[in-house]
């Protein structure tokens, strides 16, 4: 649950360390998804298969020896992807694209009343549900409207005796 295939397709001719990080994550480090090797020969590219998260988007940092890439992408759940990781016509410039190879599956038949928030800690990452602004917002005005009408019945009651 929760998880989606990417297949990364390495056709330059280095090895790809493939990391990822979360977009709810803040000032976390990349966690390394693992390392795609170099292409065999031109139009042969090595693969390499991995689980990712569907649960945040998502930024996936391609490194090695000649560039860093960085790409921003929401893997839906159960959903087959491909990353291809290209040199152009000049063999100085990568280019990366994510493809849908199979599209996701939506299990959610209501949105969560819970979101996670995660923190990088010296000792590793932390998470924690939090409940979102909206629903504390809605017991606020909630409070406000019973006081008020409490308020004005006892002024009422005070005036009309």
């Known amino acids: 649950m929760d998880e989606a295939l990417l297949t990364v397709n390495n056709e330059v001719d280095t090895e790809v360390v493939v ?3 979360s977009d709810r994550c803040y000032q976390c ?3 390394q998804l693992g390392v795609v090797p170099a292409g065999s020969s031109p ?5 390499a298969d991995f689980i990712v998260s569907t649960q945040h988007q998502m930024t996936l940092q391609l490194n090695n020896t000649s ?6 992408f929401h893997f839906g759940e159960h959903g087959n992807y491909s990353l291809w990781v290209k040199n152009l016509n ?3 410039v990568v280019n990366c694209s994510v493809v849908t190879d199979e599209e996701a599956f ?3 038949i209501r949105e969560s009343r819970f979101h996670t928030a995660c923190v990088r800690e010296l000792d590793g990452l932390r998470c924690i549900r939090v409940t979102p602004p909206s629903v504390h917002t809605a017991v606020l005005i909630a409070f406000v409207i019973f006081a008020g009408l409490a308020l004005m019945s006892t002024i009422g009651r ?4």
């Open 106 to 108: 939506n299990s959610y």
């Open 67 to 72: 560039v860093k890439m960085e790409v921003p």
């Open 19 to 21: 990391s990822w990080v």
């Open 43 to 47: 139009g042969q590219p090595s693969s």
């Open 29 to 31: 480090l990349y966690q």
């Open 158 to 161: 005070t005036i009309y005796g």
């Open 90 to 92: 000049d063999s100085s």
